[in-house]
């Protein structure tokens, strides 16, 4: 008689035990439920950021009129309860107008196809900061390269079988506006502490209580090591400008030429910001309506500056010739 270890059943739930296959493949269909927005977590380390601006007051205006029109995204938490995909906004605007619900879809996702579709939907908004570009890029390459090395259910063929040869960067930039060199400039503004990351984001907010920073010469800085960061924004802060993309060139040579673990020090900060930027020199400019008597509609405004300077230099002739 065969040992009881020996023998191998498929046991099989009370569930399937006592339903028809038409009835599982029925609870296996998405379906719009309606949930309280307390039973749904946001998405960890969520980078869009939900602003109380004024696009946000007029969908929660509108919510409170007509309810949410599109159903969130959400996904079953082992433990209980639920987590966002898809309708951050969604979800805000549905708090502010006082609803107890919302409609949602509840697919079954994994943490890599929930990160893809959460980045995804979100790269449609009409408005996006760099920093939120920054991290979204990156949690979704990094879902992208995880996802490519498995295979998936249909066929144990990887993932990226079809596409060999294509960096994942690459890939990436086939469903995004950014080249794979953009995205890889967006994802190194990552590595910047949040007070110069906030400055990168103002070139896009454009507050003029705050300092901006443009998107190359943030690159640059990157590469400083943290502590250096912070010296270096406590400098703008104190002097009220930020540096040139050349001058975080050099600042990002003169970190990077120091050896174990010195950083630069604060006075070569300042000294390479009290460097004359080419957009600080002093330029002087006369109204097109004074010039036009002298010159034929069109005349390339290079063709003017020479011409002028032309004329000044026989009017300097002529001054001497008369003092002497």
Do not use: W
Not at 261 to 284: C, H, W, Y
């Amino acid at each position: 008689m065969a040992k009881s270890s020996e023998l191998n059943f498929n046991l099989h739930s009370v569930d399937e035990l006592f339903s028809t296959e038409e009835e599982r493949a029925e609870a296996r269909l998405e379906k719009i439920v309606n949930l309280s927005p307390s039973e749904i977590s946001d998405f960890p380390n969520h980078p869009f950021k939900v602003r109380m601006d004024e696009a946000m007051r007029e969908m929660a205006e509108s919510v409170k009129q007509y309810g949410v029109l599109v159903p969130a995204l959400v996904r079953p938490k082992p433990e209980g309860g639920y987590e966002m995909v898809a309708g951050h906004r969604r979800k805000k605007a549905a708090d502010l107008a006082g609803l107890s619900e919302i409609p949602c879809i509840v697919r079954q996702l994994t943490n890599d196809e929930a990160t893809i579709i959460m980045v995804d939907s979100n790269l449609q908004r009409e408005q996006i900061l760099p920093s939120e570009k920054a991290f979204a890029y990156k949690m979704k390459l990094d879902a992208m390269k995880r996802q490519a090395g498995r295979p998936p259910k249909e066929n144990s063929r990887p993932v990226g079988a079809d596409l060999i040869g294509m960096r994942s960067d690459e890939l990436l930039a086939k469903d995004v506006p950014d080249s794979a060199r953009q995205i890889q400039r967006y994802i190194r503004l990552t590595h910047l502490i949040p007070e110069i990351l906030e400055l990168v984001d103002n070139s896009v907010l454009k507050d003029q209580e705050m300092l901006q920073i443009a998107m190359r010469p943030a690159v640059e800085l990157s590469y400083l090591r943290k502590e250096e960061q912070s010296d270096l924004f406590a400098i703008m802060d104190e002097m009220d400008c930020t540096p040139s993309h050349a001058q975080a060139i050099k600042m990002r040579q003169m970190s990077e030429a120091k050896t174990g673990g010195e950083r630069l020090a604060k006075d070569a900060f300042v000294s390479i910001m009290k460097e004359e930027k080419p957009n600080q020199k002093e330029q002087f400019k006369m109204p097109k309506e004074k010039l036009s008597r002298y010159f034929a509609p069109g005349t390339p405004a290079q063709k003017i500056e020479d011409t002028i300077i032309k004329a000044l230099e026989l009017y300097r002739k002529r001054q001497r010739s008369l003092e002497r």
